[in-house]
């Protein structure tokens, strides 16, 4: 007899758009614990450049994956699916539902289907020609590389991301087919859970307006003096945590790169077209529930009422 799958929740959408409020809100109606699947705030000393949730907004419920580790290790997507598992099965041991809440697609995509990341030999030495290569050549070469043998990846990595283009760029030396290849027929795979995939939304202006005030909120609460705290601390542009929105701009005026005024435009420039790009991969995704804000008055307890109708339809709840 085949094992019923058990639930699980997602709670995803654009950065700014409002989910972390609105999370907890649904984690005390069904009886969930939040697992952040965020690339940011599971650094420690990270917090307002990452928008990270405070303690005074959890009401009381348990997160996951929130000052982890430090910036100086690296945190990616096969090291978050594995964490990710361990909190859903602790969070089963405690009778509660898991609920998967962040804006960092491909992270909850590797969780939500099991995508099989082991297809990697053990030989590194590939990957360590590539990043002497992108030390000697730049990354924009990388990246050029990467476009020629796989142009869907190089679409949607950008060049500054050295990791994962060495790593898209190694998965086809290694086995000859583009990653991209790999990665859409792991998405075809049916999930191990019984869930339901909300994808919260706005119109695009007014996302871009609490952007833009978001950004300036962070500067009111001392994302300069965090990031020079992080930089005395010895955290540089080539580490992983490094590379976030706002944390990488910021630096860059610490090092007289540029201006204060020029690293904010920056920051707001880049998280819009961050929040463009996160809509189109959630577009991708299958059995997807889009929750648009204004078909509900900006009114959250109706949209909570929405999930809960979903949730007790997909029978996740009763």
């Known amino acids: 007899m085949r094992e019923e799958r058990r639930p699980l929740i997602v709670l995803t959408g654009p950065t700014a758009v409002g989910k972390t409020k609105l999370s907890v809100e649904l984690a005390k109606m069904v009886g969930g614990e939040i697992i952040s699947a965020d690339s940011m705030q599971v650094y420690r000393g990270m917090d307002i450049g990452s928008a990270k949730v405070r303690p005074e907004e959890m009401g009381g419920i348990r997160h996951y994956l929130i000052d982890e580790f430090d910036p100086s290790e690296d945190f990616h997507v096969v090291r978050f699916q594995q964490r990710a598992k361990e909190c859903i099965e602790t969070i089963y041991e405690h009778g509660k539902i898991p609920i998967l809440v962040g ?7 590797a969780v939500l289907y099991d995508i099989d990341f082991t297809e990697n030999g053990e030989d590194s ?5 590539l990043e002497e290569l992108a ?8 990246h050029r590389m990467l476009a020629e043998v796989d142009p869907v990846s190089a679409a949607e990595i950008h060049a500054n991301n050295v990791k994962r283009v060495i790593r898209a760029l190694e998965y086809y030396r290694e086995t000859g087919e583009p990653i991209s290849v790999h990665n859409e027929r792991e998405r075809q795979k049916q999930s191990p ?3 339901a995939y909300f994808v919260l939304n706005d119109e695009r202006a007014k996302l871009y307006e609490r952007i833009d005030e978001r950004v300036d909120q962070m500067l009111k609460d001392g994302l300069v003096d965090e990031v020079r705290k992080l930089k005395a601390g010895g955290c540089h542009r080539e580490m992983v945590s490094m590379q976030g929105l706002g944390y990488k701009e910021i630096l860059d ?7 204060l ?4 435009y920056r920051i707001k420039r880049d998280t819009r077209h961050f929040a463009k790009r996160q809509i189109t991969w959630f577009k991708r995704e299958r059995e997807i529930c889009w929750v648009d ?26």
């Open 193 to 195: 859970y019984c869930f």
């Open 293 to 318: 804000k204004q078909k509900f008055a900006y009114d959250d307890r109706r949209i909570l009422d929405e999930m809960k109708r979903i949730l007790e339809e997909k029978g996740i709840v009763s």
């Open 135 to 142: 030390k000697r050549c730049g990354a924009e070469e990388l």
């Open 261 to 264: 005024e020029e690293a904010v």
């Open 125 to 129: 030495s590939c990957r360590q020609e």
């Open 103 to 109: 804006g960092t697609g491909f992270y909850i995509q």
């Open 253 to 259: 005026y610490l090092d007289g790169d540029c201006t």
